[in-house]
């Protein structure tokens, strides 16, 4: 739409000045004075928000239109080239004034034309201006030329940003004086995913980290052994980003799990099948660990997963055999798929559903606003998920022998959620979720148990623009059991939160670190001592990474933070 116009140069409002408090003005009269003519559809030029210095003078930039001319001001430079501020406050600088003249309109006329009307050309009508070297000891040299630094710097880091597709998932912005977090205006949900190869070992040297990403496209990974990540020293350095070849393009933020025992590593995301009438399918890679394989483990090639789905996929693992994925369908009712291993195709449903086939066995039956997050919880069998319908309420099912091995109704807890909800599960009888509220943006918790049924929703206060991400540690007494939740705030800020047993010991504390996605929490699954991995992306597409190892310490702010550098996308798949 077309910004409105003046119907009168006077009647343009004039920015305060920052440090007197009144309008600017103009320049007087002996610097140069520019009329320049713009076709109609132009926006009219908005003055810089920056208290205007010495050394500007006027520009009067004329519309002209079939039955009006109408004008609005601007700046230009003594050395009269016009600055034009338009919407974003950023100048374009003309060298040449007097060809910014040479533009038609829609009707054919030439510019400084209208009907029944014929303007001035437009003239430069002052002296030549001072040289700059007579007049570089002025305050107008030295303020011109921060800004003319300042404007290259904003061109530079603006021009560096790639955008790229987004279904309704926004985009990495740039890291300018005014930059807006990727997570504005929404909640962003996880887009880190990690795992461990060799998990069920005994030994950590045994056992290796994965975290994925998606960047430019592709996938891709970063890995390290468990026994080389400490606190003080974080992710061993030289270790780079490494992609996964073939596949995609991916336009989904990438799962992972560990299953068959550790020995197995499956990643996942959608991308777009041409084949399939560019609807967004599946497809999913494994690792391996393979002691004769480079770095002691190996890479399947990439393999379909079926779809067709409208959300990316959330994953569980019940025992050595089998792995649980699920996603939203694009009705936007629930889908559950199960791969078992025990065929010669591993992707293949143990019913031999065919691999472009969702196992449909149970549709849930409700239309559903996100992605769910799912449990598999060693005891009996058990699934679990927690999602929000429609109307943002939050649900749960479970699914397990004790039911007669199928799902439950989604019991609706009530609430109005947005984003994605978070669960753990710190034992056999226990499950924990985390929300952000819909109307407040603060976090809400309650707890699962088999004897005590549900508690209460409670609000933990804060305000978030991320999906939360939670770990347990000390697993095992209810007692005992440690969860840490993490979430981004308003402020771009990691926020953190101790919970022990059934009691919070501490508040929101502020780790003091800057991010541009939601963080991840991720226990390594390492012996002793136990560590967990905090990862997030950065304003300039890194990844920074600390580690906490385990201790009767609530607070995390002493955590020593370090970049793995990368360079990674920042937009998100949501429902479509």
Known sequence: MEPPRPTDPESA?????????????????????????????????????????PGYSA?????????????????????NSPQVFYDDNRPEVFDNPDKFLAIEDAEGLEVGQSEGDVLPEAVVTTPKPVP???????????????????????????????????????SRPGSSATRQSACAGTICPQILTASV?????????????????????????????????????????????????????????????????????????????ESKNNQDFVAGNTFHVDANGLNGFSIDDWKPLGGPVGSSLISCTLNSTRA???????????????????????????????????????????????????????????????????????????????????WSDLYNLGGNFTGEPTAVATGSDRLDFFGIGAND????????????????????????????SAVVTEQGSL????????????????????????????????LGVVGNSAPLVFNYGSVAPERVGVFVVG??????????????????KNLTWKSMQGDMLTEFYNIV
């Not at 026994?227 to 980003?241: H, K, L, M, Q």
């Not at 603060?442 to 939360?468: E, I, K, P, R, V």
């Not at 304003?539 to 995390?556: C, Q």
């Open 13 to 53: 409002p004039l920015p305060q000045s920052p440090d007197s408090g009144t309008p600017d003005t103009l320049q007087p009269a002996g610097h140069a004075t520019l009329e320049v003519v713009v076709e109609e559809g132009s926006p009219r030029p908005q003055l810089p928000i920056e208290h205007d210095p």
């Open 59 to 79: 520009l009067q930039v004329v519309y002209a239109e079939q039955e009006k001319v109408t004008s609005a001001e601007a700046r230009v430079c003594d050395d």
């Open 539 to 556: 304003y300039d597409g890194s990844v920074n990474h600390a580690t906490w190892t385990v201790s009767s310490e609530p607070s995390w």
């Open 324 to 406: 649980d994925y699920y996603a939203v369908g694009g009705t936007k009712m629930l889908q559950n798929l199960s791969f078992r291993n025990g065929t010669p195709d591993m992707w293949k449903h143990p019913d031999q559903l065919g691999i472009d086939e969702w196992d449909l066995g149970y549709e849930f039956g409700y239309k559903v606003k996100t992605r769910p997050a799912v449990l598999c919880r060693p005891s009996f069998w058990v699934h679990d998920m927690i999602t929000y319908d429609d109307k943002g309420a939050v649900r749960h099912a479970m699914w397990g022998f004790q039911i007669n091995s199928s």
């Open 479 to 510: 007692p005992a059991s440690r969860i840490d939740v993490v979430a981004l705030g308003i402020d771009d800020h990691i926020h953190h939160r101790v919970m022990k047993g059934t009691e919070w010991v501490l508040d929101w504390e502020d």
């Open 132 to 170: 700059w070297y007579k007049d570089w000891k002025s305050r107008p040299f030295w303020v011109l030329a921060v800004i003319v630094v300042a404007v290259i710097t904003v061109a530079v880091v603006v021009g560096a940003v790639v955008g790229i597709r987004n279904t309704s998932r926004s």
């Open 441 to 468: 943006s603060a976090m809400y918790h309650f707890t699962w148990t088999q004897t005590d049924n549900y508690t209460a929703l409670q609000s933990l206060g804060g305000s978030f623009h991320s999906a939360a």
């Open 197 to 273: 190869l060799g998990l069920n070992t005994s030994a950590d040297n045994e056992k290796k980290v994965f975290i994925f990403a998606r960047g430019d496209g592709a996938l891709y990974f970063n890995w390290a052994q468990v026994d080389t990540i400490t606190s003080d020293s974080g992710w061993p350095a030289g270790r780079t980003w490494q992609p996964l070849l073939g596949g995609g393009p991916f336009i989904s933020q990438p799962m992972a799990i560990s299953w068959t025992a550790g020995a197995r590593l499956t990643v996942a995301a959608v991308i777009i099948d």
